[in-house]
């Protein structure tokens, strides 16, 4: 069995923000970017955000191209990624969006979360709890055992950090926006964390792409 090809995507402020204070999601990203995020979850086998994110921008995280949609299905997948999200509590809205489009749904939760998980969301999504806390290692060998090769994580910063210290990130695609947030409480890419090597790891950097007026750097944390 083979844990799932991990790439962590994320678009950022200049001063490494990924959103600011107010109620609506900031948009960072350009038309350009958004479709070669679009390109990259309909080339991916599953995408995950965290629960907070599902509450907060209300995604439906779908391939939105028809085109990359026809191909997925001529190549013998279903038109778009499993949705995974994950929760401690279990605390799920089942009127939110992200249920309701799409194609299997997954929710990886604690035991107790479990039972919360189930009572909100009925039969919307399968609910697997991975003991006393969720062990993100455990996560990917559920998903290797699903047949999942490659995740797509899109957030947020809890859920990325927790990848990143736990040493299961492959690649980091980061796509920088000209613009400052400036705004001290707005959610960050990572939280603070103790993360493998310490400052002195340097990541790889693959490649700098310019889409627009957005720079997209992809590192590969692992080499």
């Known amino acids: 069995m083979t844990r799932p090809y991990v790439l962590l995507s994320v678009a950022v402020s200049v001063d490494g923000y990924i959103d600011d204070r107010s109620a609506e999601r900031f948009p960072l ?13 309909a080339e991916s086998g599953a995408i995950l955000v965290g629960a907070e994110t599902v509450r907060r921008d209300n995604p439906r995280l779908l391939v ?31 009127d939110l969006r992200f249920w309701h489009h799409g194609g299997e749904k997954l929710v990886y939760t604690t035991d107790s979360g479990r039972v919360t998980a189930t009572a909100c969301l009925g039969g919307l999504a399968e609910v697997v709890a991975l003991g006393s806390a969720i062990d993100l290692g455990d996560l990917l060998d559920d998903l290797g055992r699903r047949g999942v090769e490659r995740l797509m994580v899109e957030g947020g910063g809890r859920i990325h950090t927790g990848f990143l210290e736990a040493g299961l990130a492959d690649e980091i695609r980061m796509a920088v926006a000209p613009m400052l947030i400036g705004q001290g409480s707005a959610p960050r890419f990572v939280n603070p964390g103790e993360f ?11 490649a700098v792409e310019k889409l627009g007026d957005v720079a997209v750097l992809r590192y590969f944390p692992k080499r």
Do not use: I, Q, W, Y
């Not at 990203?29 to 979850?41: C, G, I, L, P, T």
């Open 196 to 206: 493998p090597g310490g400052p002195a790891h340097r990541f790889h950097l693959e």
């Open 29 to 41: 990203s350009n038309a350009d970017d958004f479709d070669h995020v679009d390109r990259m979850r």
């Open 64 to 94: 939105n191209s028809g085109e990359r949609r026809a191909a997925r299905v001529a190549a013998g997948l279903v038109e778009h990624p499993v949705k995974v999200t994950v929760t401690d509590s279990g605390n799920l809205d089942p």
